[in-house]
């Protein structure tokens, strides 16, 4: 019986091939359906580092981390079925132990007869894409959650409030349990405990004052200098035995300063994580510096609001002491009505009467206004005369005095008006002023 000869295409084609599956940057692989290496090519030394020698014959688990056992025989179920899988991300393992991350397309092979007999594989080493999308990711987040924080700190008006708002936002996603805020006393040789979460109220009474020279807390402050910690629970150094006790793993303190001036210390600490990585204590840097711009922002919204009121305060005494001689400037213009001296005269007394009038509603404006927001005024203590009191005062009611057709006797002191009877200019009035 004679046998075909061999096709020389065939054979290019198959040589053809093989130096494609030899020179590829990807890992080309076949497999039994029991999951043994049947073929291992270049690629696939250069990004799992087993040779050919060492890779075939073995089970495929060889590169498959022990968590992911299960998810190999789900893929080897699929292709028993006939089914195709592509673009499969997943974790493999190299012989240095390194993992990486790959994306395979994984086909059933067929013999003669159609039956499927194997797999070949294609992995792709993704793991510097990967890197770079979760680095993407990442700085994506953080630039959320810095315009989220930057939004709170701004809006907040109160301290308190502003701390809780912005560890709400941020404790999610830096695996955060507790934040203290320390502000120095009055004396500034300790540091009080402001504002807080995380903590019970027995924690919190045990912290709410710190020495600057013992805990972390005042060592922050006194230094001006930002205090990480890891792995707190190992430590032995006692400036972290606070820290210990609350159970923190990890923990930052870092001093807020602003001018040379120490505003106080803001600690984020985990009780899940025994570090926080390089970016983390960055965004922490970076949310401490905005806390202290809020602060300062909110003392100088203090100190303007006091401004404010001490000119309103300011306003409100000048509205006062301005309207006071009003009033007998007023009656010393009727005195000058009930005279006769001619049409000059009544031209200037008409003029000024005119002028007294804008004046007057011009300051009761002023009065009105300031009264809106006046707070305490502060009282500048002289000594005085008592009959130049008293003459000022009844100079000052003696047109309301008059215009109620009352008497005004004040004795044992001589003051104008007062103990006299004035008789009016004019020849058909009667009264006595």
């Avoid at 075939?56 to 022990?66: E, K, V």
């Avoid at 109160?158 to 955060?176: C, G, K, W, Y």
């Avoid at 006071?324 to 009505?337: E, G």
Wanted: glycine residues 6%; neutral net charge.
């Amino acid at each position: 019986m004679s046998q075909t000869p061999p096709d020389p295409e065939d054979d290019r084609a198959r040589a053809l091939l093989a130096a494609i599956v030899e020179s590829s940057e990807d890992a080309i692989v076949s497999k039994s359906l029991d999951g043994t290496i049947r073929s291992w090519n270049r690629g696939a030394e250069r990004i799992f580092g087993y040779t050919a020698d060492q890779a075939i014959g073995r089970h495929i688990t060889l590169i498959i981390p022990p968590e992911r056992h299960s998810e190999e025989a789900a893929i080897l179920a699929r292709i028993s079925r006939g089914q195709r899988i592509e673009h499969f991300e997943t974790v493999r393992r190299t012989r240095e132990g390194r993992l990486i991350t790959v994306s395979l397309t994984v086909s059933p092979v067929r013999d003669d007869a159609g039956r499927i007999t194997g797999a070949s594989k294609i992995a792709r080493d993704v793991t510097a894409r990967r890197f770079a999308d979760d680095m993407l990711r990442k700085q994506s987040q953080t630039l959320r959650l810095l315009w989220e924080s930057a939004a709170v700190l701004l809006t907040a008006q109160e301290s308190v409030a502003m701390m809780q708002a912005l560890f709400t936002r941020i404790a999610p996603h830096l695996a955060l349990d507790a934040y203290m805020y320390f502000s120095p006393t009055g004396t500034g040789d300790a540091l009080e405990l402001r504002s807080y979460a995380g903590l019970s109220e027995e924690q919190a009474s045990r912290l709410a004052r710190s020495d600057l020279s013992r805990s972390a807390y005042g060592i922050a402050a006194a230094r001006r200098e930002r205090i990480v910690a890891p792995h707190i629970q190992e430590s032995r150094d006692p400036m972290f035995e606070p820290a210990r006790r609350l159970g923190l793993r990890a923990c930052v303190w870092s001093p807020l300063v602003a001018e040379g001036r120490l505003l106080g210390v803001l600690t984020f600490g985990s009780c899940r994580r025994d570090a926080f990585e390089q970016g983390e204590l960055e965004f922490l840097q970076t949310i401490s510096h905005y806390v202290t711009v809020a602060c300062e922002r909110a003392r100088l919204l203090r100190e303007l609001r006091d401004t404010d009121r001490r000119k309103d305060e300011f306003l409100a005494t000048l509205a006062h002491e301005l309207r006071n001689p009003l009033a007998p400037i007023r009656n010393a213009l009727q005195i000058m009505a009930l005279s006769d001296e001619g049409a000059a005269f009544e031209h200037a007394r008409s003029m000024m009467e005119r002028q007294l009038g804008q004046m007057v509603r011009l300051i009761d404006d002023l009065l009105d206004v300031s009264r809106i927001t006046v707070g305490k005024l502060a009282l500048r203590k002289e000594r005085v005369a008592l009959s130049s009191v008293l003459e000022s005062a009844v100079e000052t009611a003696r047109p309301l005095i008059d215009a109620s057709g009352h008497v005004l006797h004040v004795g044992g002191i001589a003051i104008p008006y007062a103990s006299t009877r004035i008789p009016c200019a004019s020849p058909r009035c009667s009264r006595t002023c």
